[in-house]
């Protein structure tokens, strides 16, 4: 089993920042691909970012790219998601997910094999 745990979550207004970490523990297989996705309130989870092991590749949906920026640290199994000029739309539940290397970045949640428990993050304008 993977555990995920999500934190660096808030309430922050328009324009400004916040930095999102996932760290796994427990029977991590390497390597992995590291998924986050969110969740508005009475929407679909949809994908956010990707990045593969090496951080050599990602992924990110067109409505954060420029503005979020992911990045990981094998040593400690952590993956942090730095999200800049939040809008209110990015208000939502961040979840991170896993699953093993394949040869593209998935988007599709179905695709991930583990998942945090997810944090709240809130934008307001």
């Known amino acids: 089993q993977v555990q995920l745990v999500e934190s660096g979550g808030g309430l922050v207004q328009a324009g400004d920042s916040l930095r999102l970490s996932c760290a796994a523990s427990?029977?991590?297989?390497?390597?992995?691909?590291m998924g986050w996705f969110r969740q508005a309130l009475g929407k679909e989870r949809e994908f956010v970012a990707a990045?593969?092991?090496?951080?050599?590749?990602?992924s990110y949906a067109d409505s954060v790219k420029g503005r979020f920026t992911l990045s990981r640290d094998n040593a400690k199994n952590t993956v942090y998601l730095q999200m800049n000029t939040l809008k209110p739309e990015d208000t939502a539940v961040y979840y991170c997910?896993?699953?093993?290397?394949?040869?593209?970045?998935?988007?599709?949640?179905?695709?991930?094999?583990?998942w945090g428990q997810g944090t709240q993050v809130t934008v307001s304008s």
């Open positions: 427990g029977r991590t297989f390497s390597p992995y691909h």
């Open positions: 997910a896993v699953r093993g290397a394949s040869s593209s970045l998935k988007r599709d949640p179905g695709d991930y094999d583990y």
């Open positions: 990045i593969n092991w090496s951080a050599t590749r990602t």
